[in-house]
């Protein structure tokens, strides 16, 4: 029998046939599907098989967390993820709500896998593995977009602990302001293409599609105080180099959905991008520098010194320990321990 498995999305939007789609996929699988609202969400939110949590429902949860999170932000995410750890999750799906599932999203997923690997790679444009188009992730440096790659059939084929899976998209995926501005979409990636990225081989992933098991819980954690378009890239940063201290890689995988994007103001994301395209190489070798500990007993200390690393390079505010530090409170209180 799998073991637990919650799919999780924050969304303000009315129910709408991609959340309609998950949560019919969800009740089909034995999935738990939460939906977490914010300010701005219908009061009546309401799909079968989906449980809604609004505002007043979240400031009621009892986390700590989600009482001083700011309200009207993609952080508020981060309460699902709670929600779902509480209710016995031992697997956790996240995705957005403008990502329409295949069939291949429900399937059942494995933690170990026999994958591509690439280890100190510096930075990888893994969409060039999927993809002979020119095409990059959203938060690769521009700088980095042509760096040369191993070819494929290079790559060693081992089995590898990949507790951090992401998932890509077709038609429209997750790439930055510039690409979207000056390069053309669709595009649909290669299928059946698995690449698990080890030790100094960075890559930025999103929370559009990523599967996360037990252990690697705490790296969900999506910062509030920083820059909007970068909170999940910054994020999985993180979120490598702890994994890097653990044996884990990431694992990139062909895609299981497909978007078809919310409006966006792209001049708006481009901005919001900036301190991405300006300081992702400065983040990734302030990272890369720190003296981090391995093992589960580590891993709330590692966060914290990575979280104060990027406040001294005056890139995430300073009020972003006292978030983390109710995350990680929360994290202890509903039963996952150091």
């Not at 999305?9 to 738990?32: F, K, Q």
């Not at 994958?115 to 002979?132: D, Q, S």
């Not at 095409?135 to 980095?144: S, T």
């Not at 919310?262 to 991405?276: A, R, S, Y």
């Amino acid at each position: 029998m799998q073991a637990k498995v919650a799919i999780v999305v924050t969304s303000i939007s009315n129910p709408n046939r991609v959340l309609s789609s998950i949560a019919s996929g969800a009740v089909e699988h034995g999935y738990e599907f939460i939906v977490v609202g914010d300010t701005k969400s219908p009061a009546d939110f309401y799909i079968e098989g989906c449980k809604y949590v609004g505002i007043e429902e979240q400031l009621k949860s009892g986390f700590e967390f989600a009482a001083i999170c700011p309200t009207q932000h993609y952080a508020r995410k981060n309460i699902g993820y709670l929600l779902a750890i509480r209710d016995g999750a031992k697997i956790i799906i996240e995705t957005d709500d403008d990502n329409i599932p295949r069939n291949s999203f429900f399937l059942k997923r494995q933690r170990d896998k026999v994958a591509h690997t690439l280890t100190n790679g510096n930075w990888v444009n893994i969409y060039r593995y999927f993809c002979e188009n020119l095409i990059w992730p959203r938060g690769l440096p521009l700088n980095a977009i042509h760096n040369s790659l191993p070819d494929l059939a290079s790559l060693p084929l081992n089995t590898v602990d990949c507790p951090i899976q992401q998932g890509l998209a077709d038609e429209n995926p997750d790439v930055d302001a510039i690409y979207r501005l000056i390069l053309p979409l669709p595009q649909i990636f290669h299928k059946k293409r698995e690449i698990a990225l080890g030790i100094n081989s960075w890559c930025p992933f999103n929370s559009q599609n990523t599967t996360w098991w037990l252990e690697a819980f705490p790296l969900l954690y999506l910062p509030a105080y920083c820059s909007f378009r970068m909170t999940d890239i910054w994020r999985s940063f993180v979120a490598q180099r702890i994994a890097w201290e653990n044996g884990w890689h990431i694992l990139f995988h062909d895609a299981t959905v497909w978007q078809e994007r919310n409006g966006h103001d792209l001049m708006k994301d481009f901005v919001d991008e900036i301190p991405g395209y300006t300081h992702n190489h400065r983040i990734t070798e302030t990272l890369g520098s720190l003296s981090l500990k391995g093992g589960h007993n580590h891993i709330f200390d590692n966060m914290r010194r990575c979280y104060e690393a990027l406040i001294e390079l005056d890139l995430v505010d300073q009020q972003e320990l006292r978030l983390l530090n109710a995350w990680l409170s929360d994290l202890v209180q509903i039963g996952w321990s150091k």
